[in-house]
């Protein structure tokens, strides 16, 4: 008999059910650089992933700033289909108040923490890590994951049975689509700040390349980043040249009279352009410089087709004078016995 009905009857459907992953540990720098080919394969093959979740970004953090996060080694997770790495979840243990807190490395210095999972197996990795890491209980009381995005697997995949869990909004990113085109206002004030600067002399941009990486990145440490220690400083100096090698670093710097007036250092992630960090010549800053180097990355990222200009954290008025709207970041707390406080 023919059913005739405005819609149609579900088929049966099998679920197919995923094998389970292999899981291992890395508790070394050295283990850690020995991934690094897996790593950056992975990375590539996970869409949303950021600068932030680069080998060439944490394995830095790592070297340079690791001991001032813990007094342990990392404790990165890995997981494998088949010999194939399809996760990587990279933790560490701090002690806090007492409790064992496992946090993402990359922290104070990265805008978005996360683990970097294959799309094809994102929430069964997650899961896979959380029982894992139930069967080493005895080892942790707390995880904290700060900064996730608001896509991150790691903020929306459940804990196991029993378990207790708490999250909140953390911080805004402000973000602008592209292609852009600067308002009329803003437009005109940009023309202007540019034909005074040319009164003073050549005007003239330059690119970070293998030639000139480390005399920009002078110009960054004294235009903007001189409150850096030496450990911060070797950080971003050793990050930039891994990252300009893999053609993901965006780095300018804005000459008047070949004197460096104005820096931009950010990244490329796929369709995306980060504005991590920026600074002027005090002398020069009623110039506006500044912003002439933020239209000329915004106008740049918009010509090469790409989707997204990522102001990153904070809340900053600046940042909407340019069309930005808020995507949000999130924290998330977990833990398989008697909450901790942290």
Not at 19 to 33: D, K, Y
Not at 196 to 207: F, S, T, Y
Not at 283 to 297: C, D, R
């Amino acid at each position: 008999m023919a059913l005739t009905t405005d819609f149609a009857l579900p088929r049966h459907q099998t679920t197919r059910t995923l094998a389970p992953l292999e899981v291992e540990e890395v508790v070394s720098l050295r283990g850690l650089e020995q991934l690094q080919g897996e790593w950056r394969w992975l990375w590539a093959r996970c869409p949303g992933a950021t600068t932030f979740q680069r080998p060439e970004w944490l394995l830095s953090w790592v070297r340079h700033l690791g001991a001032s996060f813990s007094a342990q080694p990392p404790w990165v997770v890995t997981l494998r289909s088949e010999g194939r790495l399809v996760g990587l979840a990279p933790l560490g243990i701090r002690v806090e108040n007492g409790a064992r807190v496992v946090r993402l490395l990359g922290e104070g210095v990265s805008d978005y923490l996360d683990v970097l999972m294959d799309p094809e197996l994102a929430q069964h990795g997650v899961r896979t890590l959380f029982n894992w890491l139930g069967r080493n209980g005895e080892r942790w009381d707390t995880c904290v994951f700060e900064q996730l995005r608001e896509d991150s697997p790691l903020l929306h995949t459940p804990v196991p049975e029993g378990w207790g869990e708490r999250s909140e909004v953390q911080e805004v990113c402000p973000q602008v689509l592209l292609p852009w085109t600067a308002p009329g206002g803003l437009a005109a004030e940009l023309r202007q700040a540019y034909r005074r600067l040319e009164q003073l002399g050549l005007v003239r941009l330059e690119e970070a390349d293998a030639s000139n990486l480390e005399a920009m990145m002078d110009t960054l440490v004294r235009l903007r980043g001189a409150h850096w220690d030496a450990s911060l400083q070797t950080f971003h100096r050793e990050a930039a040249r891994g990252l300009l090698a893999a053609r993901a670093l965006r780095l300018f710097v804005l000459h008047v009279k070949e004197q460096p007036v104005a820096v931009f250092y950010g990244f490329r992630d796929g369709t995306h352009l980060r504005y991590y960090l920026g600074g002027s010549a005090p002398e020069f800053q009623h110039f506006n410089v500044g912003s002439l180097l933020v239209a000329q990355a915004l106008e740049e990222a918009s010509h090469w087709g790409m989707e997204v200009f990522d102001f990153l954290r904070g809340a900053k008025p600046y940042k909407y004078a340019w069309g930005a709207s808020d995507t949000r970041n999130h924290w998330r707390c977990v833990w398989h016995g008697p909450e901790q406080k942290v």
